[in-house]
T-cell receptor, first 112, second 109 residues
Framework: SAVISQKPSRDICQRGTSLTIQCQVDSQVTMMFWYRQQPGQSLTLIATANQGSEATYESGFVIDKFPISRPNLTFSTLTVSNMSPEDSSIYLC?????????FGQGTRLTVV | GEDVEQSLFLSVREGDSSVINCTYTDSSSTYLYWYKQEPGAGLQLLTYIFSNMDMKQDQRLTVLLNKKDKHLSLRIADTQTGDSAIYFCAGGSQGNLIFGKGTKLSVKP
């Protein structure tokens, strides 16, 4: 299994600001994924991040709002830009093998 | 697109078996997964089943897959208070997953 570390684990941010979330994996992986879990809801895939190419965003998510970097095979960042209270969620990064998908502990974001 | 449905709540007594059910619409999911989320924690992968299997057993956990009815279930034998959590089923492959809304399992002593 993969060990995934996310930073920060939680943050409280002012509306209009941006937060960058870091995701570090203990092994090289081709694909990394960013999910959002809104309060009391399930997880929704934001985007897929492959090293060396631009992230692929799901419907309803755009690069200007959620820019993603993937500089190498063990690291990725997700930025939540120009935040509003509606962005208050848990953001999780995930890595997948052919058979399994593992998640970080998540970043609990509150926008005030 | 894929839709994954779960009942929202399940309450059982300690020592009983719990059965959490899930239905899905997209039969092209290669794997189907069960995750556990405890309060304030991330997602823990409990088990998964390949889409051409009917059953998988792993200690107290039994996964049943009825591909014809697109129905997945997770049975937890001898449920303990530590099993209280939200359980998500998900379908897909290689980390690109569609999740159900989660079933909150409450275990009463």
């Amino acid at each position: 299994s993969a060990v995934i570390s996310q930073k920060p684990s939680r943050d409280i941010c002012q509306r209009g600001t941006s937060l960058t979330i870091q995701c570090q994996v203990d092994s090289q992986v081709t694909m990394m994924f960013w999910y959002r879990q809104q309060p009391g809801q399930s997880l929704t895939l934001i985007a897929t991040a492959n090293q060396g190419s631009e992230a692929t965003y799901e419907s309803g998510f755009v690069i200007d709002k959620f820019p993603i970097s993937r500089p190498n095979l063990t690291f990725s960042t997700l930025t939540v830009s120009n935040m509003s209270p509606e962005d208050s969620s848990i953001y999780l990064c995930s890595v997948g093998t052919v058979t399994e998908a593992f998640f970080g502990q998540g970043t609990r974001l509150t926008v005030v | 697109g894929e839709d994954v449905e779960q009942s929202l709540f399940l309450s059982v007594r300690e020592g009983d078996s719990s059965v959490i059910n899930c239905t899905y619409t997209d039969s092209s999911s290669t794997y189907l997964y069960w995750y556990k989320q405890e309060p304030g924690a991330g997602l823990q992968l409990l088990t998964y089943i390949f889409s051409n299997m009917d059953m998988k057993q792993d200690q107290r956990l039994t996964v049943l897959l009825n591909k014809k009815d697109k129905h997945l279930s997770l049975r937890i034998a001898d449920t303990q208070t530590g099993d209280s959590a939200i359980y998500f089923c998900a379908g897909g492959s290689q980390g690109n997953l569609i999740f159900g809304k989660g079933t909150k399992l409450s275990v009463k002593p």
